[in-house]
């Protein structure tokens, strides 16, 4: 299996890296330099909460002799991420605003500005790699770093912004990206890795949804034997799987086994949160034709391991040992070999 060549560059290669004042894409500058590429950087003001990533970026830059451009992508992001991100949540879903983003919004920009400029290629700060395989299609592959890969949250991208897209932090381990951040004397080199949504950066969702205006759905919470157990606060409260914070007293460890449409919760037992199956909706393959039925190994959250699957063609795969909690708005991201074959939204489990 091929790279896309980068280490056989030309010198008038142009790269565009994605930055956002953090400590990976910082690095991934100065590894595209090294190499030898021409580098320019490109920050993403998605909303006013972002405009401290601009300021950031914008120190970097100018440490490391680049220039920036910024790409103002708030409306965009606002029609393309937050409102369905709100709008699941107030159905009762689990959406993932990054799997949201990267191919509507940041690559998609990162692409259109490297194209104004003349640019060939576009990089960002993300682990995974990008490698052609013999059928001439691109894929991204597995990161070095098992723990940190990222493959799960760019599995939408497509086949046009994968055969241009540089990884060089595929190849990392973090504690040696930080180590390279050191000897470039980074502010950011042992900054902690942020865990929040960008766009929410106090982690208080459930509170940014209703100061939009969100109406989640409100319901009451179905017990294991189908007892009425009370009202619940709303349905942006929970999510698949969640055992605490119900704030219900029922004397025995329960879980959301389900959130259903009329906005009730479904409870269950520990031990009946798996499921055997799940459905799928807006499946994607890199190379845009069908997910072909076979087995695969399959992500059901970022965090998750991958388990065996098969995919029968059309829209449900179906687990030999049932898998804990798919939440309906997450993904379910296929493997095989270590690539990326194609994935989808969860959309119901059984």
């Known amino acids: 299996m091929d790279s896309l060549g980068f280490n056989t560059f030309e010198t008038q290669d142009k790269v565009l890296v994605g930055m956002s004042g953090g400590v990976d894409s910082s690095v991934t500058v100065r590894i595209l330099q090294e190499q030898g590429f021409y580098v320019e950087g490109a920050v993403i003001r998605f909303s006013a909460a972002h405009e401290k990533a601009v300021a950031q970026a914008q120190e970097t830059a100018d440490k490391l002799l680049i220039r920036l451009h910024v790409i103002d992508a708030a409306q965009a992001f606002e029609e ?15 959406p993932n605003p990054c799997i949201l983003c990267n191919p509507a919004v940041k690559f998609r920009l990162l692409a259109q500005k490297a194209d104004e400029l003349g640019f060939r ?9 990008v490698s052609l395989c013999p059928d001439g299609i691109c894929r991204l592959s597995l990161a070095e770093s098992l723990p940190r890969d990222q493959t799960y949250m760019l599995y939408r991208l497509p086949q046009e912004i994968l055969s241009r897209l540089v990884l060089p932090l595929g190849e990392f381990e973090k504690e040696d990206v930080r180590e390279i951040a050191r000897d470039m004397e980074l502010a950011c080199a042992d900054a902690p890795d942020s865990m929040e949504i960008c766009f929410i950066p106090d982690g208080d969702y459930t509170g940014y949804i209703r100061a939009r205006g969100g109406k989640p759905l409100t319901g009451r ?7 009425d157990l009370g009202p619940h606060a709303g349905v942006d409260h929970f999510t698949v799987g969640q055992r605490k914070g119900l704030g219900i007293a029922a004397g025995r460890p329960l879980f959301v086994k389900a959130i ?14 798996y499921n055997n199956s799940i459905r799928l909706t807006g499946i994607v393959t890199p190379d845009g034709k069908p997910l072909p039925a076979g087995d695969y190994r399959v992500k059901i959250r970022s965090a998750a391991k991958a388990v065996p699957c098969h995919f029968d063609g059309t829209d449900t795969a179906t687990f030999p040992e ?12 296929f493997y095989r070999g270590g690539f990326v074959m194609g994935g989808g939204f969860i959309d119901a489990a059984d």
Do not use: K, M, W
């Open 80 to 94: 393309e991420v937050v409102e369905p991100f709100c709008s699941g949540y107030c159905a009762g879903r689990t």
């Open 121 to 129: 290629y576009i990089a960002t700060g993300h682990y995974a790699r």
């Open 221 to 227: 919470f179905i017990g294991p034997d189908g007892e």
């Open 260 to 273: 259903l449409s009329n906005g009730d919760i479904q409870l269950a037992e520990s031990g009946q949160e």
């Open 322 to 333: 049932p898998v804990r909690a798919p939440a309906p708005g997450q993904s379910a991201v």
